[in-house]
């Protein structure tokens, strides 16, 4: 079996010539403008980037490696019975561009299996810190605790060749990908539960059904919801705060344990990632501020109101590229739809879906009115019993890992530069565009 190595290095010179020609062909020509009013606008829709794992559509939203999500769940290997791709698939198609086969993906398990032994220090690291730190915090924290591993760090330090650099960022991806899970699952024992944990049993299982089996849950269905949930939250092009930021780190030569450390701080703002925690804790109060009063379309669209009057954002609805319902919204809808149609707190995340789009509408700002991946997370995990919404976005933080680490390696591979783009002070504007 061709491992994961020997696969991806066989693409790099095909991929680096077909680079080399584009930018041969096209290289003077205009990709994207940028306004002044873009440069004080977050830089929105400015094409000013390549990133080669995943492409977003405003209107159809994400494909990796050019497959929407739900061609993802048809072709990559699925576990037994199961009907979600498993996560290792996913990143070796995001990485390599190939579907592969479940040969390659139970080598790829293995090699995750074989790094997956947390060193004692990141552990005490991690047991050292306080329950009540924020698990995004706690995050962070453990997987800065896991950067003396960096192979990249120290080949850098030992002079290797920059065309080899790719090597040691893909060995310490795998290796972060390897150690995640187990980070992340211990996390969430600490801060949560009273810190035990079921050993790690990657090589047996896959990395979502080992994540679940570790935070705590044995259910065949939540195993297959984790595998959904690392699918839909891996990658989003390269624009978004997690990924860039990951991507302006490495630039620098970072090694991935600090670039990802990057991206992870990002994703722990409530605009990006963290929306999942706000969804959920939103969708409490709602509850609680309905009492016994029966939920409608008028009383919802009546709290809705209450959060933008405010001055408040929509938890989970808008995106800044994305111009329709995030289709990792629906898939989670139809898992919800398939497995649990009755729950409650997915009535009110059905409802809201049916109000929400016209509140903003009406309120007229909001260029995408429609629910985007966060919307839904919240309450398909609270179904199976991760009620604790405050560990949400670690779980994002883990699936990201997956997309964001695989483009990383491709940086190295095709020889990025530093990103360091030219900016301008508001006098600079008004002196150069004064009597024009
Ligand atoms: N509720 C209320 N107002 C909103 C809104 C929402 N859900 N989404 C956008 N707006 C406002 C926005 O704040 C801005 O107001 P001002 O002109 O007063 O600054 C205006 O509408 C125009 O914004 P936009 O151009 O439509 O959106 P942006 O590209 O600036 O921002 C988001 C995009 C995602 C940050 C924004 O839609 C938002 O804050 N949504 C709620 C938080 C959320 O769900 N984030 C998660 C996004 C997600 F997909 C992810 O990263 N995981």
New binding site residues.
């Given amino acids: 079996v061709l491992g994961i190595k020997e696969a991806l290095s066989s693409k790099i010179p095909a991929a680096i010539a077909d680079v080399k020609a584009v930018r041969e062909a096209y290289g003077d020509e205009q990709l994207g403008t940028c306004t002044v009013t873009q440069a004080y606008g977050?830089m929105?829709s400015v094409k000013a980037m390549t990133y080669e794992t995943s492409l977003l559509d405003a209107e159809e939203g994400i494909r990796f490696r050019g497959m929407t999500l739900p061609e993802c769940q048809a072709a990559l290997p699925r576990a037994p019975g199961g009907g979600e791709p498993l996560p290792e698939a996913i990143f070796w198609l995001l990485l390599t561009g190939d579907v592969p086969n479940d040969a390659q993906v139970n080598a790829l398990r293995e090699e995750f299996a074989s790094r997956s032994k947390l060193p004692a220090d990141a552990v005490a690291v991690i047991d050292a810190l306080p329950t009540d730190m924020h698990p995004m915090t706690q995050l962070n924290a453990g997987v800065l605790a896991l950067q003396p591993q960096s192979a990249m760090a120290a080949a850098y330090e030992k002079g290797v060749h920059k065309s080899t650099y790719w090597e040691y960022c893909l060995d310490d991806a795998l290796t972060l990908l390897a150690q995640l899970p187990e980070v992340a699952a211990r996390i969430y024992r600490r801060s949560f539960h009273d810190g035990s944990m079921t050993p790690s049993a990657a090589g047996e299982l896959d990395m979502g059904a080992n994540y679940a089996r570790m935070m705590g849950f044995d259910d065949p269905k939540f195993d297959e919801l984790m595998r959904l949930y690392l699918t839909i939250h891996a990658d989003h092009e390269g624009g978004?705060v997690s990924a860039h930021a990951v991507r302006l780190v490495g630039s620098a030569l970072s090694d991935p344990f600090l670039s990802f450390s990057g991206g992870l701080a990002g994703l722990a703002g409530?605009?990006?990632?963290l929306?999942n925690q706000e969804v959920l804790r939103w969708l409490m109060e709602m509850k609680v501020s309905l009492g016994s009063k029966e939920m409608t379309k008028e009383s919802l669209t009546g709290l809705v109101w209450d959060v933008?009057n405010a001055g408040k954002?929509?938890?989970?609805?808008?995106?800044?590229v994305l111009r329709k319902t995030?289709p990792r919204y629906t898939c989670q809808r139809e898992f919800a739809l398939k497995h649990m149609p009755d729950d409650e707190m997915f009535k009110m995340v059905s409802m809201l879906y049916e109000v929400v789009p016209a509140v903003?509408t009406e309120q007229g700002?909001?260029?995408?009115p429609f629910p985007?991946?966060?919307a839904h997370s919240g309450v398909l995990l609270r179904h199976y019993g991760l009620t604790e919404a405050r560990y949400y976005t670690v779980m994002f933080g883990v699936s990201r890992a997956i997309g964001t680490l695989a483009s990383l390696v491709w940086d190295r591979a095709l020889g990025l530069p530093i990103e360091r783009p030219k900016s301008v002070t508001t006098g600079w504007i008004k002196a150069h565009f004064e009597g024009k």
């Fill in positions: 977050g929105r978004n409530p605009l990006h990632g929306a933008l954002v929509v938890p989970g609805f808008g995106h800044a995030d903003l700002k909001v260029k995408n985007n991946v966060d």
